[in-house]
């Protein structure tokens, strides 16, 4: 539970940052990590068309770069964008300097104002510059669809364990996730649909 759904310390870390929205509305909030790539982008954005839901993007800005036409179909099918910056790089293996810069080299691509840190980790002080300008979005829920530990049933799984009201759920359109998402999110959508909850994006 602590990988899965990140403890209450982690979360008092960055106490701005949104973690989990209303808990008293039956809705989650759909996030993918890491792309865009024409390896898994595009199956995630037919899977998504196929259910009507609509998700955000946390992509980075480098493959924004090389695969423009992968994140033009992500933008044309109505999706949210969010930075994640330009090249994945961890807070705090950089300097506040260099980690900004790079968050907005990828911002020129991306033109958004939702932020999400590589790995959930950043020094305070980026936390706090960066929040000036945008909306640090966290997880209540990842899926851990990326392990090479886990089996496309047990990404299911976990999604059938942490999803409460208000959780936001985080997959990876990557290529560590692809061969694990191609059976685990159809299944998990379809899930979180019988269950009753609805599907939204951040403002």
Known sequence: MFIEQPARFLRW?????????????????????????PEATPFVLDTLDKFGIKATFFMVGDNVRK??????????????????T???IGGFRHSCKDY????????????????????GWMRMLQF??????????MWDLVTRDYSKRLTAEDVVNNV????????IITFHDSLKSI?????????SLQWLKEQGYTFKVFD
């Open 179 to 187: 061969d694990k998402l191609r059976t685990a999110l159809p299944e």
């Open 86 to 88: 330009f090249n994945h």
């Open 13 to 37: 870390l960055y106490p701005s940052a949104m973690w989990r929205m209303n808990p008293d509305e039956k809705a989650v909030y759909l996030t993918f990590d890491d792309g865009p790539i």
């Open 100 to 119: 900004l810069e790079n968050t907005d080299k990828a911002n020129a691509f991306l033109n958004t104002n939702l932020f999400r840190p590589p790995h």
């Open 160 to 167: 059938k364990r942490y999803t409460r009201n208000g959780s």
């Open 128 to 137: 706090r510059l960066l929040r000036k300008h945008y909306r640090v979005v």
């Open 67 to 84: 695969h423009p036409a992968t994140y033009r179909m992500v933008v044309e099918r109505g999706h949210r964008i969010g930075n994640h």
